[in-house]
């Protein structure tokens, strides 16, 4: 069956970096699109990243842009999130998740999903 399974998130002080990352399994990696969510405490899930499947092309939320990096390796069926220069109001639950076409924002156009880990950025 299909699972989408992220590490790396934690606690970290605000201007830190951590690495999220997801391995896929289930279904063919290289053909889907891959996208990074997130959702804080009373507020709706977010678009943060996404990659493209073949041209590896990438979109970003404004209010991450210069700051996080999404890359896949399809040998490893894994997308990663580099997240620098970390904000308070980056905290939250990111998620992974998987579309079978071209990247979309919307977070209801994505077939699978991972359980999520928490990212904590304080002061």
């Known amino acids: 069956q299909v699972q989408l399974d992220e590490s790396g998130g934690g606690l970290v002080q605000a201007g830190g970096s951590l690495r999220l990352s997801c391995a896929a399994s289930?279904?063919?990696?290289?053909?889907?699109?891959l996208a990074w969510f997130r959702q804080a405490p009373g507020k709706e899930r977010e678009f943060v990243a996404a990659?493209?499947?073949?041209?590896?092309?990438?979109y970003y939320a404004d209010s991450v842009k210069g700051r996080f990096t999404i890359s896949r390796d399809n040998a490893k069926n894994t997308v990663y999130l580099q997240m620098n220069s970390l904000k308070l109001e980056d905290t939250a639950v990111y998620y992974c998740?998987?579309?079978?076409?071209?990247?979309?924002?919307?977070?209801?156009?994505?077939?699978?999903w991972g359980q999520g880990t928490q990212v904590t950025v304080s002061s």
């Open positions: 998740a998987a579309r079978g076409s071209r990247t979309s924002t919307s977070p209801r156009l994505y077939n699978y």
């Open positions: 289930g279904f063919t990696f290289s053909f889907y699109a």
């Open positions: 990659i493209n499947p073949s041209d590896d092309s990438t």
